[in-house]
T-cell receptor
């Protein structure tokens, strides 16, 4: 049973528009959430994180929103750029997971010029 | 610029052969993870270590997989015997647990093909 779910395997967006990637989780004890970006033939790289005591964290074009009551988080990229095309993984930790990170299956974002 | 390194980057082997993948975590990081990426399962946790002690290897098929950290600079993942279903990209990642936050840095991965 997946504890972290990314229900959209892919997303296509026009350059300059907003990209919204979604993630749901089932374990209410998770208290730290992260987004990773992965290009082909490379390892995932850390993008942005949020603690459960916050509902928003912003870093440049990237903003992560956390809705604890809905057990939902989202990553907004605005404006989207072709270089943002990659697979985005949502991850969560805490809740008795002993500090490990549980990842979703990823969403492949394509930003078209 | 500290990085996690993994060797080999690519490995092609025949079913039944032993495969050993190596990882050098970032110096000073106290947690090391092994993940496997497949199309169906995304990033699947296989095992992880904190301060070189194994904390969780429940994601690993115990009969054929083993993970060790003989010292702080080396983590190994071994498959014996390998099977075609083991074909995947295997990532090592290391991190430093700070409070309740943990941001991992991943290596480039080992692409394993078992024929």
């Amino acid at each position: 049973d997946q504890q972290v779910k990314q229900n959209s395997p892919s997303l296509s967006v026009q350059e300059g528009r907003i990209s919204i990637l979604n993630c749901d989780y089932t374990n209410s004890m998770f208290d730290y959430f992260l987004w990773y970006k992965k290009y082909p033939a490379e390892g995932p790289t850390f993008l942005i994180s949020i603690s459960s005591i916050k509902d928003k964290n912003e870093d440049g074009r990237f903003t992560v929103f956390l809705n604890k009551s809905a057990k939902h988080l989202s990553l907004h990229i605005v404006p989207s750029q072709p270089g943002d095309s990659a697979v985005y993984f949502c991850a969560a930790s805490g809740g008795g997971s002993q500090g490990n990170l549980i990842f979703g299956k990823g969403t492949k974002l394509s930003v078209k010029p | 610029d500290a990085r996690v390194t993994q060797t080999p980057r690519h490995k092609v082997t025949e079913m039944g052969q032993e495969v050993t993948m190596r990882c050098q975590p970032i110096l000073g990081h106290n947690t090391v993870f092994w993940y496997r990426q497949t199309m169906m399962q995304g990033l699947e946790l296989l095992a992880y270590f904190r301060n070189r002690a194994p904390l969780d290897d429940s994601g690993m098929p115990k009969d054929r997989f083993s993970a060790e950290m003989p010292d702080a600079t080396l983590a190994t993942l071994k498959i014996q015997p390998s099977e075609p279903r083991d074909s995947a990209v295997y990532f090592c990642a290391s991190g430093l647990v700070i409070g309740r936050g943990l941001a991992l840095q991943f290596g480039p991965g080992t692409r394993l093909t078992v024929l």
